[in-house]
Nanobody, 115 residues
């Protein structure tokens, strides 16, 4: 059973930065693709970014240039560097991993951005 645990969220001011981490109970090298999603209050969960084992990255247009996804297979960890935070970035951020044919998701870490 794969477990993913996110951390790094918190209350920040607009314009500040955060780095979210996602630690896996299995080697992240086993996951072809890992991703970050987020869900703001009253809204549906939405895609943020993803990264493959070949380090190919993809971002939603709304975060390009401010968010950076990365993974460190030696530490079984995926990261999301968030710069220039905006109030609309307030959400619960979830990490996911494609394990075989099934996506596994963590419990999320909350980010609150005050203006």
């Amino acid at each position: 059973q794969v477990q993913l645990v996110e951390s790094g969220g918190g209350l920040v001011q607009a314009g500040e930065s955060l780095r979210l981490s996602c630690v896996s109970s299995l080697s992240t090298a086993a996951f072809n693709t890992m991703a970050w999603h987020r869900q703001a209050p009253g809204k549906s969960r939405e895609y943020v970014a993803s990264i493959t084992t070949d380090e190919l990255t993809n971002y939603d247009d709304s975060v390009k240039g401010r968010f950076t996804i990365s993974r460190d297979n030696a530490k079984n960890t995926m990261y999301l560097q968030i710069d220039s935070l905006k109030p609309e970035g307030s959400a619960v951020y979830y990490c996911g991993a494609l394990h075989g044919a099934r996506w596994v998701w963590g419990q999320g870490t909350q980010v609150i951005v005050s203006s």
